[in-house]
């Protein structure tokens, strides 16, 4: 069965930092993280290659940082100096044989 299960979300003040992790029931190639909050349109806000490259848009450029461990098919999302706008609930996708996949995704609260 294809799965992908986030954790590692939570409540956390701003200036503060959480790090999710996205673990695969399979091996994993590209990968992603988007979030979405209440009202907005689903956002990509990290990307890494089967390869280890790496692409951020300019809003979380310099304070997120995605990175993989191949050997548990997991990917992390390190998310530091957090900001209330950054809010949001967080979830990783892959594509496999065509097929989008989604995790159930994880909570990201920042309090101001």
């Known amino acids: 069965q294809v799965r992908l299960v986030e954790s590692g979300g939570g409540l956390v003040q701003a200036g503060g930092s959480l790090r999710l992790s996205c673990a695969a029931s399979f091996s994993i190639g590209d990968m992603n993280w988007y979030r979405q909050a209440p009202g907005k349109q689903r956002e990509l806000v990290a990307s890494?290659?089967?390869?280890?490259?790496?692409v951020y848009p300019d809003s979380v450029k310099g304070r997120f940082t995605i990175s993989r461990d191949n050997a548990k098919n997991t990917v992390y999302l390190q998310m530091n100096s957090l900001k209330p706008e950054d809010t949001a609930v967080y979830t990783c996708?892959?594509?496999?044989?065509?097929?989008?996949?989604w995790g159930q995704g994880t909570q990201v609260t920042v309090s101001s």
């Open positions: 996708n892959t594509k496999r044989y065509f097929t989008d996949y």
């Open positions: 890494i290659t089967s390869g280890g490259s790496t």
